[in-house]
């Protein structure tokens, strides 16, 4: 049961990461289980596990929906990624590898390629490369349990993340500002990476109200 009740957890979270679950949607959970040829019993513990991180909700006479925050909570969530996805900038200038550096240029040519030649244009392809970032950053990192924190963090912003790319000039901003990442973490500089990268993931309090907006 253990090995279904991770196939459903993974189907759950992928369908989070591809925009096909949003903030709010529900879960069929009886589509699910067909899906994926399970019973009901992994099915209930997937569930309890993914309210347990946060990232879905029980409600009364609405069954399990993905977490939506209120903009409260979308504020604190922030605050809080942010001082994850900076300590894991400034330790990755600490314990950057040759092969993490090579991943890391790698990705951010590839922004600059997509902001480049597609403008604003494909935000969805943008997003993926936006992500593959901030994984690269997380793992040059070289802490496994501060990797888990953004990941579980980043779903619950995802959506929000994934629709600031439709914003005019969102993409050029971001790639810009993943090339000013790059650097400081290539130079070694760990307290600039970390404060570079905080500010590069955070929203201010009227951007977070249009993005819940555009979602509600």
């Given amino acids: 049961m253990a090995g279904q009740t991770e196939t459903i957890i993974s189907a759950i979270l992928n369908d ?17 289980a067909k899906r994926l040829a399970v019973s009901r019993t992994p099915l209930r513990e997937a569930m309890i596990q993914l309210e347990t991180a946060g990232l879905v909700t029980r409600l009364p006479r609405k069954g399990v929906v993905v977490f939506k925050p209120t903009l409260e909570e979308f ?14 900038a400034g330790l ?11 991943q890391l240029e790698k990705v951010v040519t590839a922004c600059e390629k997509h902001a480049a030649e597609k403008g604003d244009a494909d935000p ?4 993926q490369l936006n992500m593959r970032f901030h994984e690269i950053v997380a793992i040059a990192a070289g802490n496994p349990f501060l990797l888990e924190m953004i990941k579980t963090n980043a779903r ?6 994934r629709a600031r790319y439709q914003y005019v000039g969102a993409i050029a901003a971001s790639a810009s500002e993943h090339r000013e990442i790059a650097t400081l973490i290539t130079a070694r500089d760990a307290e600039a990476a970390e404060n570079r990268m905080a500010r590069h993931v955070q929203f201010d309090q ?5 993005l819940l907006a555009v979602l509600s």
């Avoid at 969805?124 to 997003?127: E, Q």
């Avoid at 009227?206 to 249009?210: L, P």
């Fill in 75 to 88: 504020l604190a969530i922030l605050e809080v990624h942010a001082k994850l996805e900076g300590q894991a």
């Fill in 16 to 32: 989070i990461e591809a925009g096909i679950l949003n903030p709010g949607d529900g879960i069929d959970e009886a589509a699910m």
């Fill in 156 to 161: 619950k912003l995802m959506a929000y993340y």
């Fill in 92 to 102: 990755a200038a600490r314990r950057l590898s040759t092969q993490d550096a090579h």
């Fill in 124 to 127: 969805d392809g943008y997003y």
């Fill in 206 to 210: 009227v951007t977070a109200m249009d």
